[in-house]
């Protein structure tokens, strides 16, 4: 089956669901690794374009540690909107990689950057698969509804700091190692976090996170998603059917 990792920022998917991608990719599963911006306000000494072209390549390096193709619908931080711009963008990513399983952000997370692109993936796997509705690729459309999960928000907390509660939990600490080397592809971050924060643990804090996340489900790392259920979504879930811990 093809997977879409369809996220906001390069090193959203790396943070959030990477050690899943990981054992889906061992398993024989194509994946693809999208992000909604190319990282432009990701610097606190280059400008847009600099930085942005750095991060485009960090991200496709980071996907080819899985043999995974990288895009990028390249809408600039903080200026991801649910308007109809952007609603084809979505759609054209949908169209190009043809998932038969997209994750995306939680509807709720600590930026709107985050949540838009939630917004903008539930929509794109149904507008996606429409023949009459207008993008900007040569591309057909995706051939049914794909299953959509959601990835757990930054520290597994909605906006009033409470946590929320998962569906399930992908055991990924035979992956953790690998997610390691994914994350490690983004060193531009790790600069940028570390004067814009003061703090120099871009990599202990998703070890820490994974781990966080996978304590809930009795495992040394993991990875927490809820499932979109809703019509005219299907029920079974896949994940756990592929990765044989269903």
């Known amino acids: 089956m093809k997977i879409l990792a369809f996220m906001a920022h390069p090193d959203d998917a790396e943070l959030l669901c990477a050690g899943t991608l990981v054992r889906l990719r061992k398993a024989g599963h194509d994946i693809a690794i999208a992000t909604m911006t190319s ?7 280059l400008g847009p374009k600099e930085i942005s072209d750095i ?10 540690v899985i043999d995974a193709d990288y895009h990028c ?6 200026e991801i909107v649910f308007d109809n711009p952007s609603r084809r963008k979505a759609s054209d ?13 939680y509807p709720q997370d600590y930026m709107y950057d985050h949540d838009m692109t939630s917004m903008l993936a539930r929509d794109a796997t149904f507008g996606g698969t429409l023949r009459n509705y207008p993008t900007d690729v040569d591309a057909p459309p995706v ?9 757990s928000p930054v520290d597994g907390v ?11 939990v992908v055991d990924v600490t035979s992956t953790i190692e690998t997610k390691v080397e994914m994350l490690a592809c983004h060193a531009s971050q790790r600069e940028w976090l570390r004067a814009q924060h003061g703090l120099d643990e871009y990599i202990e804090y998703m070890r820490r996170e994974t781990g966080r996340m996978g304590a809930t489900g009795g495992y040394d790392y993991g990875e927490g998603y809820c499932q979109h259920l809703g019509h ?7 994940i756990l059917e592929l990765l044989g811990d269903a």
């Open 73 to 78: 619908a390249e809408i600039p931080d903080l």
């Open 158 to 168: 909605n906006a009033f700091g409470e946590l929320i509660e998962y569906q399930f």
């Open 93 to 105: 990513i949908l169209r190009l990689t043809q998932p038969d399983i997209v994750i995306t952000h």
């Open 232 to 238: 005219p979504y299907r029920h079974d879930n896949i």
């Open 55 to 64: 991060r485009r390549v960090e991200a496709a390096n980071s996907a080819a």
């Open 39 to 45: 990282g432009s306000c990701g610097s606190a000494t």
């Open 143 to 151: 051939g049914q509804i794909p299953y959509l999960y959601y990835a």
